[in-house]
């Protein structure tokens, strides 16, 4: 029997709020509840956003609600070497290109406007000549060719999701005009590299499933069983967010025993009947998936 392989995957761009603890908790239940094993990786891609001083700050924050972790997989900005490796593969079978178009070229485009607030890309550098291209003297974003095919994935908890990569997603960017490797291109080498089974995560990256799901399938890799789950909602409607400071860990820890937050987790998630004091290990006692709601969370 395969062992169950999960992660937590912080990114070290603020505290981590309610919602963030919410995915790691249903992450770490599912994995320990039949004895497998967890990899903390920090995703520190961006170097503009991400700050050394909350690393440790992820690591005691994980500690402190019991949601421990097995191995430390290298973070993400010491692997670019690795995901040179995957560019260049998916370079050598021609499915790259550069592209010069700014942020505000992108928005002006013709092309349709996904529901989430994502822009579908036009194909304006698709095929522009070498000729085109020398002229260009910007540093060009480096996108994938995407098949006019639908992509499909069958989520743990939504059931099946499906986009057709050309119509409603677009060429996506592997490799910024700086040289930061894109989430999309990371992520799927990181999990593949540590063995990852099985990913749980927010709803709000369920969109991203079929673009990782066909990077796999160019790196000749086996894409990780998926679960989405449920994002928490403020009264007013809006998604927490670190930018906001919404339920940080830093308010909560100051106000809440683990064992309270814990217990109010897994009643929002349908773990529990009402809230109550519970640890992380008596929930994986019984933990399962059937029980675990799938609409949004109004938190309060």
């Not at 683990?258 to 929002?268: D, I, K, Q, T, Y």
Request: hydrophobic content about 40%.
């Amino acid at each position: 029997m395969t062992e169950v392989v999960g992660r937590f995957a912080p990114s070290p761009s603020g505290r981590m709020h309610l919602g963030n603890v919410f995915a790691a908790l249903l992450a770490w239940l599912s994995v320990r509840s039949r004895g497998g094993a967890m990899i903390l990786r920090i995703e520190d891609l961006d170097p503009d956003r991400c700050r050394q001083e909350y690393i440790e700050t992820l690591r005691d924050d994980l500690q402190w609600l019991g949601l421990t972790w097995d191995t430390e997989q290298t973070p993400q900005s010491l692997r670019s070497p690795a995901y040179a490796a995957a560019f260049d593969r998916l370079q050598a079978q021609g499915l790259l290109y550069p592209c010069y178009c700014s942020r505000t070229e992108l928005h002006a485009a013709s092309a349709p406007h996904a529901s989430d607030g994502r822009v579908i890309y036009a194909g304006t550098c698709r095929n522009l000549t070498p000729a085109a291209r020398a002229a260009k003297t910007k540093a060009p974003a480096w996108r994938l060719r995407v098949p006019d095919e639908i992509w499909a994935v069958e989520d743990g908890l939504q059931g099946r999701y499906e986009e057709n990569l050309a119509r409603d997603c677009g060429d996506f960017i592997v490799r910024r005009a700086d040289g930061v490797y894109a989430y999309q291109l990371a992520v799927v080498v990181d999990d593949a590299a540590g063995g990852v089974t099985e990913v749980v995560r927010g709803m709000d990256l369920l969109s991203s499933t079929p673009r990782q799901c066909y990077l796999y399938h160019l790196l000749g890799k086996t894409p990780p069983a998926f679960f989405h789950v449920p994002l928490l909602l403020a009264p007013d409607g809006r998604r927490l967010s670190k930018r906001e400071r919404d339920l940080d860990l830093g308010a909560l820890r100051a106000a809440h025993r683990p064992e309270a937050l814990l217990g109010r987790l897994a009643f929002w998630a349908g773990l529990l009947e009402r809230p109550e004091a519970v640890s992380a290990a008596e929930l994986a006692a019984d933990f399962s998936w059937t029980r675990v709601r799938r609409e949004p969370v109004v938190v309060y």
